[in-house]
């Protein structure tokens, strides 16, 4: 027959059923605070993000000039029909020949590619390739006669340089390696810009940046700002930046779920109360005490010891039975001993008093002798 261990799986469901819909209702209100008071889009030049290379500065600054800007990360958004409508792409993420070519398709009448790679370029900026020099950071001028271009004056500049097809309009570079390239692809405007930290807040206000940001970027009422993320699976090598693992919201659904279980954790924690007193339903007589005493000294051949609390433990007894003083003299304690029991007083003295037994069977003899003694007092 066995005896069952542990709770069952219905004890288990009733116990932790109510720290479960704790957790599971703490975990949803974060969940539902973060979607409701997160930004759409996070990251490098991120229109939602107030970093130094985020792009909250311009963000604001087309929505002064009446632009409505629509900050998305996700795919579906970025190739939603767009005549009428401007569409720009960020620098960060991956995306695939079939998603360019869904872009492509939308139609977007202004498309404003952000350090575009080689894919990107062939399918939405035929013509414009890289050239793999970079410039440094420094103000230039246009060096062209593009309008957006020629009204915001000097601009600081870097990144990566282009080649522009003759027929596109290429800006602050050097005739070969630009940084800046218009061209007409069909009906639609497209921007290629290989400098996006001018637009970042830390440098959106140097030079004549926000202007040529504004002339660029600024350029129809409705406005997409699409921030690749992880729509394709299709890496490919003209990304300017490696993807992250784990996507940046799954941090705060983390911190979400740590808080959970230190709230559970408080809530169902046990906590040491004050010390309370019990009385021990078993009582140990002090001659118990005592003979366990002298059987520990037997087993370690401390004969003299083992002898000594058996004499002491059995003189108590005679005490209380005689009523005997503890401070009474052997002399007298035998005498009164040997007078109620008939005893030899000097054989008395000698088990009470005596010499240490020299062997374990001598102090056997003596524990026997001892008790027999003990036994008479008690049934005389």
Request: aromatic content about 4%; glycine content about 8%; proline content about 7%.
């Amino acid at each position: 027959m066995s005896t069952p261990l542990g709770r069952s799986a219905g004890e288990s469901w009733r116990v932790l059923r109510t720290p479960l819909l704790v957790t599971g209702l703490i975990v949803l209100a974060a969940i539902v605070i973060l979607i409701a008071t997160s930004a759409r889009t996070s990251g490098p030049f991120s229109p939602d993000s107030t970093d130094s290379d985020g792009a909250r500065a311009l963000a604001a600054l087309l929505k002064n000039h009446g632009v409505s800007v629509h900050s998305t990360e996700t795919l579906d958004d970025a190739v939603q029909p767009g005549e009428g409508k401007a569409l720009i792409i960020g620098p960060a993420g991956s995306l695939g020949r079939h998603d360019l070519e869904r872009i492509a398709q939308a139609r977007w009448s202004h498309l404003v590619l952000i350090r575009p790679g080689s894919r990107a370029l062939e399918v939405l900026a035929p013509g414009v390739l890289q050239t793999g020099d970079v410039l440094p950071s420094r103000s230039r001028e246009a060096g062209c006669d593009l309008p957006a271009a020629v009204r915001a004056g000097t601009v600081t500049v870097s990144g990566p340089t282009y080649s522009a097809p003759a027929a596109a309009v290429a800006c602050y570079g050097d005739g070969i390696n630009n940084t800046v390239i218009r061209l007409e692809v069909g009906d639609r405007i497209v921007d290629v810009v290989g400098t996006p930290t001018s637009f970042t807040n830390a440098q959106l206000a140097d030079d004549g940046n926000a202007a040529l940001a504004l002339n660029l970027i600024g350029t129809h009422r409705d406005l997409t700002w699409y921030l690749p993320q992880f729509e394709s699976t299709d890496t490919g090598t003209d990304s300017a930046g490696s993807a992250p693992l784990i996507p940046p919201d799954v941090r705060y659904i983390g911190w979400a779920l740590a808080f959970a279980v230190l709230v559970v954790a408080i809530w169902r924690g046990r906590r040491l109360g004050p010390v309370v007193a019990e009385r021990l339903p078993v009582i140990v007589h002090a001659a118990e005490t005592t003979e366990g005493r002298a059987r520990l000294y037997r087993r370690s051949r401390a004969r003299d010891r083992a002898a000594a609390a058996l004499r002491e433990s059995a003189l108590g007894q005679l005490r209380k039975a005689h009523g005997i003083p503890q401070r009474a003299e052997p002399s007298a304690v035998v005498a009164t001993v040997a007078a109620r029991t008939g005893r030899d007083p000097v054989m008395l003295y000698e088990l009470l008093y005596g010499m240490p037994p020299l062997s374990d069977a001598a102090l056997m003899s003596l524990s026997f002798e001892l008790d027999v003694l003990t036994q008479e007092v008690r049934h005389p």
